[in-house]
């Protein structure tokens, strides 16, 4: 038979109470959060696994006999699938930076800190940190005791344990970043082997003891104390903005209650069993009111609607609304300022879209021959020496024809065609031959142009000047 005293959910009464003293104090120091369970918890597992498996398995993935994802900075090539860019396409990836912080400020605006909650990779690293630390060293109560007990076998093998899980995740984070630079298939081996690059391997320790360092220690800190983000995305913040709330009105007066006793008594539905703060990841109390600490992961729901299920109560004394939707009021239309976000990002999107379709897939450059200005040739002709450069930006093998335009009579001796494979660039040196008499300047401008033979569409040129002597 449940006795009275069974019905009430006391503060923290599973925990003994010398560790709800330990407790009060570690929570200045150190962070122990509570394990829990429920729907958007779920959802966070959801959305993080395909996220985490595209991260850890790209840089596996072939595309045409070479990496489908290889930021090859040696050859300055990005390779992006079938997609290939160059120094001359930086002006898709400032594009790409432009539209993801214009969708970033669109979801901000719209529900609040979803990225930073959900899938920003400093959330996503410490809950699987956090995830390793409850399976080596227990459940928060369990964690607090063993930081506070004198160090032991028992305690060696438990933290030994801990810190290789979180070495061998953050080891595999620093390779797999690497592995965007790198062709993994080649850094590993050599990894292994002790033949690495040492700017590769140094890059991957570097990267691997910064994950450790984040996910393992530093944790709520890189939100609260080091992140920009957080600081000011209040300015996109406005009453309709969806965050995680407290209901102040339904939850108070706060204090233990008999299960379904909310409705006769006067008491509120919040029976201030602390669980909110005990999962939250940044030690804070929504009950508070909104705070900037606050990353909208959403545990302290899921810990609230726990409770409520037990107590009885519905569902949803800690949720996501907005300050207008908990004043009552309706939201009309869409405010101006998310029109104005999704109009910048469209314009953004449309504008990328044309720059990438309409990129140049050759490009050429031209260089005078820096040992004579000029030489002189049979028949009183002058011949000048340009150093050409073709890229080729496409996939595939293209054979282009050189072509110098704009000096009447002026010939190329020699190859006048070449053929370029995929992605690479041709260096070639070109003789032109031209009659001084068909030369108005000194330095007369000259066209060179690179023509596909295959598409005439495909082209590029580019300018130098012939130098002749004074007449
Ligand atoms: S208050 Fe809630 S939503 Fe905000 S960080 Fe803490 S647990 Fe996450
Ligand atoms: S808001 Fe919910 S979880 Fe937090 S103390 Fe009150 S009842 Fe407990």
Redesign the pocket.
Known sequence: MNSQHDDVIAVDSAVPAEVSELDKKSRREKIYTRAIEGRFQRLRLYTGWPLLLGYFLLPWLMWDGREAILFDLPARKFHILSLTLWPQDLILLAFILIIAAFTLFTVTALWGRLWCGYTCPQTVWTAIFMYIEQRFEGSRNQRIKLDQEPMSWRKLRKKTLKHCGWGLVAAFTGLTFVSYFVPARQLLPDLLTFSADLGAASFVLLFSAATYLNAGYLREKVCTDMCPYARFQSVMFDKNTLVVT?DTDR?EP?GSRKRFASKESHQG?????????QVCPTGID??DGLQYECIGCAL?ID??DS??EKMGSPKG??GYASENALAGQKTTGIPPKILGYIAALLVMLALFTSSLFNRSLVDISVSRDRGQLYLPAAGGLIDNVFEIRVTNRSDEVATYRIEAVGITGASILGEESITVLGGELFELGVRLRADPSNLPFPGTPVLFRAVSIHHEAIYAEAESRFIRPAL
């Open positions: 407290y939850g706060r539905d919040c029976i201030d069993c602390e669980l909110c703060v929504i009950r302290c810990a609230c409770v409520m004394l800690v």
